[in-house]
């Protein structure tokens, strides 16, 4: 009876350890919640949602494959879609028109701190600016995406993994698919169970694997919120009224670059698979991360 008194409380510590550990981030993220005198019991079952525990995704990739580095790639299939919106004459992304794109390779995962750590090491990336970067380098927050990358850390990374930076037609392709869907999982509202925006109250981006049920149609996770993803294109405002049909990219010069996706910080509005944003391509924030993509040719 001893023994079983004495094994009862290591085993939990044992079960605790094992869950708790891998996904330190959580508790983190409760202490400073709970310290900024915002924590709540609900903030705890967002936490939770977002693993989608028991419940498969209803968007399974059509192939996948592993690049050297560890990138989970998901394919996107040739042929057309439609891109932007219609909705309002005065956006950006108006006006909705017919895309053709080549077949291509788009990673599953926003690139992790984990994952860039590697290219750090090979000397090829720069540390993305570790005086302001809390969560870079810490193995609590390793599955969390990189931030603090400018443009061009995102295309030295790319580069580095034998990728590149996809094009804005291929990202929105890739959240979108070919049924013109207004989030990456259907035409559903966003909920805490399906996206990290500003309805979660988690103030900040989580790893790249959370958030399985609200997965693209071809099973890219985080395509909306989380964080904002560079991608190749410089940006212009009127540029969807002269883009080429077949695989467009973008304007050959310009002083910003695009993004997409939102982020944690956004509002609905703001995670819609259309929805465009641009910044100066050396400035860097801690919302904003990368995806890469590859010709599957």
């Known amino acids: 009876m001893k023994k079983r008194k004495i094994l009862i409380p290591i085993l939990l510590v044992a079960i605790a350890s094992a869950v708790l550990l891998p996904n330190l981030d959580i ?3 409760a202490w400073r919640s709970f310290r900024a005198v915002r924590f709540s019991t609900l903030q705890l079952r967002y936490e939770v949602a977002a693993f989608d525990l028991g419940r498969p995704s209803p968007n399974l990739p059509i192939d996948t494959k592993t690049s050297p580095e560890g990138m989970t790639q998901v394919y996107v299939s040739e042929g057309e879609f439609i891109m932007g919106s219609n909705e309002n004459p005065n956006l950006k992304e108006y006006p909705e028109h017919p895309v053709y794109l080549d077949a291509f390779w788009m990673d599953k995962y926003e690139v992790s701190n984990a994952m860039y750590e590697q290219c750090v090491a090979s000397g090829t990336c720069w540390e993305p600016v570790p005086r302001l970067n809390p969560y870079y380098s810490k193995w609590a927050y390793r599955n969390l995406p990189v931030v603090y990358v400018n443009w061009y850390a995102a295309d030295a990374y790319c580069a580095w993994a034998g990728r590149r930076l996809p094009t804005e037609a291929e990202w929105e392709k890739a959240a979108r698919g070919t049924d ?4 990456p999982w259907g035409n559903s509202k966003a909920n805490p169970r399906l996206a990290n925006f500003t ?5 900040e981006s989580l790893p790249v694997t959370r958030y399985p049920l609200g997965a693209s149609p071809y099973g890219a996770l985080n395509m909306a919120g989380n964080v904002r993803e560079w991608v190749a294109d410089w940006f212009d405002n009127r540029y ?4 080429p049909y077949e695989n467009p990219t973008g304007p050959e010069t310009g002083t910003e670059r695009s993004l997409r996706g939102g982020a944690y910080d956004a509002v609905l509005d703001d995670i819609t698979t259309f929805r465009r ?3 100066e391509p050396d400035s860097a924030g801690l919302s904003r991360g990368f995806r890469c993509a590859e010709n599957a040719n």
Do not use: D, I, Q
């Open 27 to 29: 508790a983190l993220r």
């Open 180 to 183: 013109a869907r207004y989030f």
């Open 199 to 203: 309805e979660t109250m988690f103030f």
């Open 240 to 243: 969807y009224f002269e883009a």
């Open 277 to 279: 944003f641009k910044h």
